[in-house]
Nanobody, 124 residues
């Protein structure tokens, strides 16, 4: 089992950058594929990005491709989401999640463990 805690959210202006972090407990972090999802007000949770165990195998939603970058540091038990050129439509609660699945999991049901989320608000 792994516990996940997100941080780094906040209020920014359109065009700004923000980096989210997700720290994981335990010594098994490197055995999990990791992902980021988001949920905007009144909408369902949607996939943002995923990364494989060793840092390869990244995959992004079309809406963030070219603007967001997912990465991980297994020595620090942390996964990151670098968000550049933020838009008001990126406003959401961002969640990190962990999975034992291989490949490029991108569905909510693919992930077993979830953090509590961090709020990102982008003003126009």
């Amino acid at each position: 089992q792994v516990q996940l805690v997100e941080s780094g959210g906040g209020l920014v202006q359109a065009g700004d950058s923000l980096r989210l972090s997700c720290g994981a407990s335990g010594r098994t972090f490197r055995t999990y594929g990791m992902g980021w999802f988001r949920q905007a007000p009144g909408k369902g949770r949607e996939f943002v990005a995923t990364i494989g165990r060793s840092g390869g195998g990244t995959f992004y939603a079309d809406s963030v491709k070219g603007r967001f970058t997912i990465s991980r540091d297994n020595a620090k038990n942390t996964v990151y989401l670098q968000m550049n050129a933020l838009k008001p439509e990126d406003t959401a609660i961002y969640y990190c999640a962990a999975t034992h699945q291989y490949g490029t999991p991108s569905h909510i049901s693919d992930f077993e463990y979830w953090g509590q989320g961090t709020q990102v608000t982008v003003s126009s």
